[in-house]
Nanobody, 128 residues
Framework: QVQLVESGGGLVQAGDSLRLSCVAS????????MAWFRQAPGKEREFQAA????????YHADSVKGRFTISRDAAKNTVYLQMNSLKPEDTAVYYC?????????????????????WGQGTQVTVSS
């Protein structure tokens, strides 16, 4: 089993930056891909970015390209989400997710069903 623990959320002002971290433990050697999603109050969970664990190829939602960057440190079993130029509309709970079953792929990386393991979430609040 893989477990995920996120950290790095907080209260910031518009224009600030934050870096979220997600550490995978357990059978982390079986991870094929990881991703970040977010969910704002009253809204559906929304894909932000994903990374192919073996190749390092990254994918970002159009809405955050140029502002958010996903990366990984395979040696530390950690995935990051660097968020720059934050806006009040980025306020949400951010979730890390992992695919330990091999569903990850170029055509489905943004779909939540790909990821069987989810973290508990970390709150990001951006004030104007």
């Amino acid at each position: 089993q893989v477990q995920l623990v996120e950290s790095g959320g907080g209260l910031v002002q518009a224009g600030d930056s934050l870096r979220l971290s997600c550490v995978a433990s357990g059978r982390s050697s079986r991870i094929y891909g990881m991703a970040w999603f977010r969910q704002a109050p009253g809204k559906e969970r929304e894909f932000q970015a994903a990374i192919n664990w073996s190749t390092g190829n990254t994918y970002h939602a159009d809405s955050v390209k140029g502002r958010f960057t996903i990366s990984r440190d395979a040696a530390k079993n950690t995935v990051y989400l660097q968020m720059n130029s934050l806006k009040p509309e980025d306020t949400a709970v951010y979730y890390c997710a992992a695919d330990p079953l091999g569903r990850f792929g170029r055509s489905v990386y943004y779909r939540s069903f790909v990821y069987d393991v989810w973290g508990q979430g970390t709150q990001v609040t951006v004030s104007s």
